[in-house]
């Protein structure tokens, strides 16, 4: 593969203090990036770049870190417009929901399944994001769960086996903890990097702490790394559980504790934060404010799902983030690309340094800011120079 030099670059945020001026963005101005065998070999002022064998001129635009979407639900059939229709109306979300998007994607062929996965992530790239995390959930059998976690394997790296997603109905609670635990993860982990559990005990369909510490041990005794769903509905175990075990990520963190919020600013887990479930939820948001100031590590991540968030945008994400979480611009897109590695456990991506992957979004204007101030415009794309 030839080298390429990136010119014309108005604003290069690189997340690199060292590279830049210095702020945890790192940002370069007037920059250049020469882009080799798929890695960032060289970063700085345009005067200064080296040769290439090619060269891209990208007419003053601003370059990002690719965003890293560390939370999302996209192998699924159906939509529940109807039911985001009843919840604008006054109806509670407890999770009962999540039964009607089971029904419908088990009765989907693997070729419907793929078709659609397909379109959601040439969706999320059209908006600037490159690296992204997928969960099961929507099978709940053993047969089911394994084919979702197939499906996303064709598409991420970074799968996540999320057959702790609700009890189904019908089942006994007990007897389906045993099933996650057992059969169930035993052929999933061949297919997951991660496992994941929705401790909800606000909601009759999810997982108390108990319940959730089974299936997070049981995972990470297959080699499974950890994620939880925790504090979405109300305070609960799931943030202190989380940073206990040591899992990477706790997502929503919607209700906390000064405890909780201790615990997060001491530990390794990062706090991923979900606003899009907010805003199409009519739920409070998240304070990140006070996990900022608190010193704990904040990830931002669309949850892209039919239910609850039925979008792939981060860049709808930062602008609720600044708009709504009390996040300045720069900590919102360092939290979406940055801080989205850290939830993945990556160091190649949500960075641009050499060495790095070359996973890049250009923005169609002069700054970074253009992403909060411009909301809902469609200013960002990857520029992917590394296989997905």
């Known amino acids: 593969m030839s080298s390429t030099l990136l010119t014309g ?3 290069l945020a690189t997340n690199d203090p060292a590279a830049g001026d210095g702020s945890p963005l790192g940002v370069v101005t007037d920059a250049a990036v020469v882009v080799d065998q798929g890695a960032i070999a060289w970063i700085g002022a345009a005067a200064r770049a080296p040769a290439a ?29 109807a039911e985001f229709a009843a919840r604008m109306a006054g109806t509670r979300y407890d999770g009962g929901g999540i039964a009607t998007t089971v029904a419908a994607t ?34 709940l059998t053993v047969a089911d769960e394994q084919r979702t976690l197939r499906l996303a394997a064709e598409v991420t790296t970074e799968t996540t086996f999320l057959g702790a997603h609700v009890v189904p109905a019908g089942a006994a609670r007990g007897d389906y903890v045993d099933l996650v635990t057992g059969e ?17 005990p606000a909601s009759p369909h999810a997982f108390d702490g108990e319940e959730a510490r089974t299936v997070l041990e049981a995972g990470r005794a297959a080699g499974l790394g950890l994620r939880v769903h925790g504090n979405q509905l109300a305070a609960g175990p799931g943030v202190g559980l989380a940073v206990e075990l040591g ?43 006070r996990l ?13 799902n039919p239910g609850t968030c039925y979008s792939s945008s981060m860049p709808f994400v930062i602008s609720l983030a600044v708009r709504e979480l009390r996040m300045t ?20 991506v949500g960075v ?8 890049l979004a250009v923005l169609d204007a002069p700054s970074h800011l253009h992403l909060a101030y411009r909301p809902g415009v469609p200013i960002a794309r990857a520029l992917l120079l590394t296989s997905p």
């Open 9 to 11: 670059i108005a604003e």
């Open 53 to 81: 064998d090619a060269r891209t001129d990208l007419g003053g635009r601003a370059v990002v870190p690719g965003f890293v979407d560390a939370h999302t639900h996209l192998v699924f059939a159906g939509d529940r417009a």
């Open 106 to 139: 088990r009765a989907a062929t693997d070729d419907t399944l793929r078709a659609l996965l397909a379109g959601r992530i040439a969706e999320l790239r059209a908006q600037g994001t490159t690296t992204v995390e997928v969960k099961s959930g929507y099978g």
């Open 184 to 200: 169930m993860l035993r052929a999933c982990a061949p297919h997951a990097r991660w496992i994941d559990v929705f401790c909800e």
């Open 247 to 289: 899992a990477a990520s706790v997502d929503h963190c919607t209700h906390l504790t000064d405890a909780d919020v201790e615990a997060l600013a001491g530990g390794t887990t990062v706090a991923t934060l979900l606003p899009g479930v907010e805003f199409c939820t009519r739920s409070p948001y998240p304070d990140a404010r």
């Open 292 to 304: 900022l100031d608190a010193g704990a590590t904040v990830a931002l991540a669309t949850d892209c």
């Open 329 to 348: 611009p720069a900590e919102a897109l360092w939290s979406a690309t940055a801080g989205g590695a850290l939830a993945l456990h990556r160091d190649d």
């Open 352 to 359: 641009l340094a050499p060495g790095r992957c070359a996973d």
